[in-house]
């Protein structure tokens, strides 16, 4: 039975609504700093969904304190060294090293499900009350607790983090209003599969024969990115495009092979050949929702209740860092909270939004600003400079590490709220290498 590194009891009761990165991350780390936490989770059986996530180094040095999670993943990730462009017609363009980011931290990219399901059995195994098959119907909030009705029943605690994603119910109570997610214009089909059928074909078999590849085919308001994982025996693409298809309630529909086919016409054989291997039903249209930035994450009326992940701020995928903010998110208010205190709590959250706020932002513009560095790229440019197609890996977003962040400003941060002084710009995390170990070290000796 493996022990867990943990504060001292805080005192602080906090209540998370939503079991996927962002409630269970949290979970998590209020553990770590000694708050009590109820999670509750609509579904009643958490099953391994979904295909392709990416989690970059800001989001590794999480995964690292998380006791022999990584190791558990460690055979179930994707392992090349790069990532291969292509022109939409198959033409090889350029290859992107991941060299030379290595020492910002370990990347985690692999199957949603097997990764989500790691991280929820470390916190079944740390003894987190993780509550499944509670629907959470309504929030509410007092000057001295906030609570939730799950399933009819009434529970309180000292704070409620509203995780659960762009269809959040908690943002009616933390903006006052009921907004609504808005279609991006934009889709993905996305699927996961064995790569048996890669395997025999003369076009395909260098993606799957030699362990993991990471290629790109780029085009004109369109990209398909393909990766092979587990030493090559499985594979996933997805296949952004425009979609004009106006959303209601659902946004994830099954795939066609056609309609995809349809999306790709004149483009390289191979990606022909990549969707053709795909089983139609493991094939997901999936599209694109997003939401205008928010004004605020926390409760105006008692501060007592925060929203978290995408219930705050959605992701387009192309930012690849949807899932690593939402797990910074509970980081930072893990150690706010701490911070602040039982006798304090609303302070504590205010000081998450205010650590949070510009930086998140900042991150989800680069989900816009990937896409147009690919979709409308010049080709006659490119080809004469091909790193133009390169993922931006800049550091002020992945040399990061949120808990680091959190304890260097939090005082400041937790002083100026108390003096009633704006702290959100002075927050952005400047692109530095921080002083980790010295902080990582402090915070190990109060471990007990
Ligand atoms: C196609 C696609 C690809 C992506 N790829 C990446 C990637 O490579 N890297 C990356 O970092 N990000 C990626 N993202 C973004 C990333 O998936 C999200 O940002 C992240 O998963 C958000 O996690 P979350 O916990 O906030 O929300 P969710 O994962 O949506 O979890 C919300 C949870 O709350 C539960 N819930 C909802 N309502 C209630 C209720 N009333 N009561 C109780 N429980 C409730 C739900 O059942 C669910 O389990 C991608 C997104 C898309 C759409």
Known sequence: MPSFARLPASGIKVIIVGAGFAGLCAAIECDRKGHSVILLEKVSELKPLGDIISFSSNSGHIFERWEGVVDELEPLIHHSSGLDFYEWSGKFCTRQEWDYDKTWGRRINGHRGEIHDAVYR????????????????????????????????????????????????GRKIVLGYEDKPRASGYAVYRTWFSSEELAKNERTKHLVNNGDTHSGWIGEDKHFLAASIKDGKEFSWVLTHKDDADIDEDWQFPGKKSDVLANLKGWAPIVHDLVNATPEDRLVDYKLVFRDPLPHFVSKGHGRIALIGDAAHPFLPTSIQGASQSMEDGVTLAITLQKSGKANVPRG?????????????????????????????????????????????????????????????????????????????????????????????QELDQLV
């Not at 987190?128 to 799950?150: C, P, W």
């Not at 704070?159 to 762009?166: K, Q, R, T, W």
């Not at 998140?360 to 133009?388: C, F, L, N, S, Y």
Request: glycine share 4%; net charge negative; proline share 2%.
């Open 349 to 441: 959250v205010r000081a998450y939004e205010a650590i949070r706020y510009e930086r998140v932002h900042r991150a989800q513009m680069t989900g816009v600003t990937t896409r147009e560095q690919w979709h409308k790229a010049d080709w006659d440019k490119i080809w004469k400079d091909p790193k133009m197609l390169h993922l931006k890996r800049e550091a002020w977003l992945l040399n990061f590490d949120a808990e680091t962040h959190a304890y260097e400003v939090v005082d400041e941060v937790l002083k100026k709220l108390d003096n009633d002084e704006v702290v959100k710009e002075d927050v952005i995390p400047k692109p530095t290498s921080h002083g980790i170990q010295a902080v990582l070290s």
């Open 122 to 169: 470390h916190a079944k195994a740390r003894g987190i009350d993780i509550r499944l098959g509670q629907s959470v119907s309504e929030y509410f909030e007092t000057e001295s607790e906030a609570g939730v009705i799950a399933n009819g029943e009434k529970l309180t605690a000292d704070c409620v983090f509203a995780a659960e994603g762009v269809k959040s119910a």
